[in-house]
C-alpha cells in the first residue's frame, strides 16, 4: 500500500513540474487564461516559499497539488488531482488541512478544482459538499460563441449622449474604478476583488498581456458625452488566448447608466473588433447566480458549456 503524506513543496525534492504542466494543461482544456511561463514561475514561486502549496505523494510522485494564493485576508486556494486513481482520498486529505488550519490571518477562502481527467474531476464536484465542510457553492459557467465572418454581429446603437472610445485611452484607476463600482452593484459583489486597489492591481496585470495576449480592438469602451465631458461609463477587455479564441474578461457598465442597451452594444463592438482580427471563438465566464449578465450575453447567442462550483469558506465571525 502505497503512503500518502502531505508536506510543503517548498521541503519536496520530487517532480514539481510535471504535475504543474498537468494542471496547466488541465485549466487550458476548460479555456482558463494561463500565462506562457506560468508553470516555470509557480515553480519557482513554490521552491522559493513565496507561494505555498500543499501535497500529498503515491510512490515519491505528486498524486495531489493544493496551490493557495494568498490576498489579504482571502486565499484563492487551488486543487489538482494528477493522478485518476483514489482521488477522494488525497483530495479530502489536503482539504482537511486546508479548512482545519487555513492560512494565517484567512477570513475567506474561495476554491476551485481540477483533476487530470474529466471523471475525476466530477466525482469530485460530487464529493466535495458531502464532506461535511462548511462550504457554500457558487457556480460558474463557461459561455461560448462562435464567430463567423460571412455573418458579423450586426452594431446596434448607443443612447443618443454616448459614443464610444479606446478603453486604453483611459488610466487603470479609471477603469478600475468603473469595474470596482459596477461589480459592487452586482450579484457578483466581491467576488473577485473586495477592494478597489486589488481591482486595480487585477486589471493592470490583464492589460499588461500576462494571462494572453491583450486585444485593444475587442476592448471597447463608452463614454458619457454630458456637460462636454468625457466620462468613462463602461467598457470590456479581451484577451486572445490562442490563435482564433479569446476570453472576453471582463464586462462593466456603471450601476446608473444600466438597461439602456450599453452593455449590448458594447458587447457587439467587441466582438466585431474580434472578429476583424480573426477571432473565430469567444468564450467568457459568468455566475449562474448574474442573472442580468447572463441574459445580455445569451442575447448575444452565447451558450453555456460547462459548469463549475466555486466553494468558500468563510472564517466564522
Ligand atoms: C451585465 C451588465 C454589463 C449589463 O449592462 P447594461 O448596459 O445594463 O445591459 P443592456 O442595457 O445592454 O441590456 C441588454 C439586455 O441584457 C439583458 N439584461 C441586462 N441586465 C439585465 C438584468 N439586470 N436583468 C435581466 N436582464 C438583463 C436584457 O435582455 C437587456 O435587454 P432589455 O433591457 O431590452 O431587456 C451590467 O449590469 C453590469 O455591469 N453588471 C455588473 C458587472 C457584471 O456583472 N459584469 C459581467 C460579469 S460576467
Not at 502549496?53 to 490576498?71: E, F, H
Not at 487551488?78 to 486546508?98: C, I, K, M, Q
Not at 478603453?167 to 469595474?179: E, L, T, W
Request: net charge negative; glycine share 10%; with cysteine.
Amino acid at each position: 500500500m502505497p503512503i500518502r503524506r502531505r508536506e510543503a513543496a517548498q521541503g519536496f525534492s520530487g517532480d514539481l513540474h510535471e504535475p504543474l504542466s498537468l494542471l496547466s494543461h488541465a485549466l487550458r482544456r476548460k479555456g482558463e487564461a494561463v500565462p506562457t511561463d506560468w508553470v516555470e514561475a509557480t515553480e519557482e514561486s513554490l521552491r522559493a516559499g513565496s507561494m505555498r502549496a500543499m501535497l500529498t505523494t503515491v510512490d515519491g510522485r505528486v498524486a495531489g497539488l493544493l496551490i493557495n494564493t494568498i490576498r489579504g485576508t482571502r486565499c484563492f486556494s487551488h486543487l489538482f488531482l494528477s493522478t485518476s486513481g483514489l482521488p477522494e482520498e488525497d483530495a479530502r486529505s489536503l482539504l482537511d488541512g486546508l479548512f482545519q488550519e487555513p492560512p494565517p490571518g484567512t477570513r475567506r477562502i474561495d476554491l476551485t478544482l481540477s483533476a487530470v481527467s474529466g471523471e475525476a474531476e466530477e466525482r469530485l464536484r460530487h464529493a466535495i459538499p458531502t464532506w461535511g465542510y462548511p462550504l457554500h457553492t457558487y457556480e460558474r459557467e463557461r459561455m461560448t460563441l462562435r464567430l463567423d465572418s460571412n455573418a458579423p454581429p450586426d452594431q446596434p446603437p448607443l443612447p443618443p449622449g454616448y459614443r464610444f472610445c479606446r478603453v486604453v485611452k483611459f488610466p487603470v484607476g479609471i477603469i478600475a474604478s468603473v469595474d470596482f463600482r459596477a461589480f459592487e452593484a452586482s450579484p457578483d459583489r466581491g467576488l473577485v476583488a473586495d477592494t478597489l486597489s486589488e481591482d486595480e492591481r487585477i486589471l493592470n496585470e490583464l492589460m499588461r498581456g500576462s494571462l494572453g495576449v491583450f486585444v485593444a480592438d475587442g476592448s471597447p469602451g463608452v463614454v458619457s458625452e454630458e456637460g462636454g465631458g468625457e466620462d468613462l461609463m463602461g467598457f470590456i477587455l479581451s484577451l486572445e488566448l490562442t490563435p482564433g479564441r479569446a476570453l472576453i474578461a471582463d464586462v462593466a457598465v456603471a450601476p446608473e447608466v444600466r438597461r439602456k442597451g450599453i452593455g449590448h452594444a458594447l458587447l457587439h463592438r467587441a466582438l466585431r473588433g474580434l472578429l476583424a482580427r480573426g477571432v473565430h471563438e469567444a468564450t467568457l465566464w459568468v455566475t449562474t447566480a448574474n442573472v442580468g449578465a447572463r441574459a445580455l450575453y445569451e442575447r448575444c447567442g452565447f451558450i453555456t458549456t460547462q459548469r463549475e462550483p466555486i466553494y468558500i469558506w468563510e472564517a466564522p465571525p
